[in-house]
Nanobody, 123 residues
Framework: QVQLVESGGRLVQAGGSLRLSCVAS????????MGWFRQAPGKEREFVAG????????NYADSVKGRFTISRDKSMNTVYLQMNSLKPEDTAVYFC????????????????WGQGTQVTVSS
């Protein structure tokens, strides 16, 4: 099992920045890919960004490209999401997720999830 704990979410004004953190524990060596998702009220959970253990390669949703950056420490026990130029439409609960294989962009292909951290962007 892998446990994930997110932190860093808060209220921020539009145009501001936040850095989210996700700390993984347990059988972390089994994790091949880690992703960030978000879910706004009344909407489905959507992929935001992901990073691969093997080569540090990354994927981003079009809506966040150029504004968000995902990174990790060497062990991949901590993954970060740096969010710049935040917009009100970025308001959501942000979830960290871990996958044992592939580089998935859909929530159903992840085996482990954190509890989420609330990000609210005021206009």
């Amino acid at each position: 099992q892998v446990q994930l704990v997110e932190s860093g979410g808060r209220l921020v004004q539009a145009g501001g920045s936040l850095r989210l953190s996700c700390v993984a524990s347990g059988r972390t060596l089994a994790v091949a890919f880690m992703g960030w998702f978000r879910q706004a009220p009344g909407k489905e959970r959507e992929f935001v960004a992901g990073i691969r253990r093997s080569d540090y390669s990354t994927n981003y949703a079009d809506s966040v490209k150029g504004r968000f950056t995902i990174s990790r420490d060497k062990s991949m026990n901590t993954v970060y999401l740096q969010m710049n130029s935040l917009k009100p439409e970025d308001t959501a609960v942000y979830f960290c997720a871990a996958a044992r294989w592939g580089s998935p962009l859909v929530a159903s292909e992840y085996q482990y999830w954190g509890q989420g951290t609330q990000v609210t962007v005021s206009s």
